[in-house]
Antibody
Framework: QVQLVESGGGVVQPGRSLRLSCAAS????????MHWVRQAPGKGLEWVAT????????YYADSVKGRFTISRDNSKNTLYLQMNSLRADDTAVYYC??????????????WGQGTMVTVSS | EIVMTQSPATLSVSPGERATLSCRAS??????LAWYQQKPGQAPRLLIY???TRATGIPARFSGSGSGTEFTLTISSLQSEDFAVYYC??????????FGQGTKLEIK
């Protein structure tokens, strides 16, 4: 079955860190740019970060720049999001997604089911 | 900066009728546009990319058109499973954000 599976979400206090993972099964991520997108409760979609297939290029939304780091391990077919200095407004469902044509600037055709991150004291 | 604006915010349509959703970019994005469908509690689903190319497995009743700054998603004959929130996304630039605010398609 072709799927992306996120893990690592949970409840964390403001200022703390969390690392999300996105594992692929039934498909390869090796030649595809990958992305993180989040959705705050009751809100729309917000692009968070993008990484090229070889990690040579990384892009971040202004809201997370300097706090979040996107990375990947192609040998494990897995994408990561290291989130530091978490704030209440980072509370959201976090989705990983794959580029439909493998490009950095591309639509996202395969999405994970999402993992919830709640930042609260 | 490219800002995406979707209209209307909510669209009420009867099953079997046609639905037309709009998305406008604040500057030209050529055909670098995608449409997604999202149902409650589910991840978004890619419908259209490149403004008019249907994604794998998407029924033919979904069609996309437009180029430059004006784009349209048309659902030719609404089925019950089509009532959802629809987002457009530009992928010419990631900044400041690539998604529109969404259009909720509800049953009339």
């Amino acid at each position: 079955q072709v799927q992306l599976v996120e893990s690592g979400g949970g409840v964390v206090q403001p200022g703390r860190s969390l690392r999300l993972s996105c594992a692929a099964s039934g498909l390869t991520l090796t030649t595809y740019a990958m992305h993180w997108v989040r959705q705050a409760p009751g809100k729309g979609l917000e692009w968070v970060a993008t990484v090229s297939y070889d990690e040579s290029k990384k892009y971040y939304a202004d809201s997370v720049k300097g706090r979040f780091t996107i990375s990947r391990d192609n040998s494990k077919n897995t994408l990561y999001l290291q989130m530091n200095s978490l704030r209440a407004d980072d509370t959201a469902v976090y989705y990983c997604a794959r580029s439909v044509r493998g490009l950095i600037k591309d639509a996202f055709d395969i999405w994970g089911q999402g993992t919830m991150v709640t930042v609260s004291s | 900066e490219i800002v995406m604006t979707q209209s209307p915010a909510t669209l009420s349509v009867s099953p079997g009728e046609r639905a037309t959703l709009s998305c406008r970019a604040s500057q030209s994005i050529s055909n670098n546009l995608a449409w997604y469908q999202q149902k409650p509690g589910q991840a978004p689903r890619l419908l259209i990319y490149g403004a008019s190319t249907r994604a794998t497995g998407i029924p033919a009743r979904f069609s996309g058109s437009g180029s430059g700054t004006e784009f349209t998603l048309t659902i030719s004959s609404l089925q019950s499973e089509d009532f959802a929130v629809y987002y457009c996304q530009q992928f010419k630039s990631w900044f400041p954000d690539s998604f529109g605010q969404g259009t909720k398609l509800e049953i009339k």
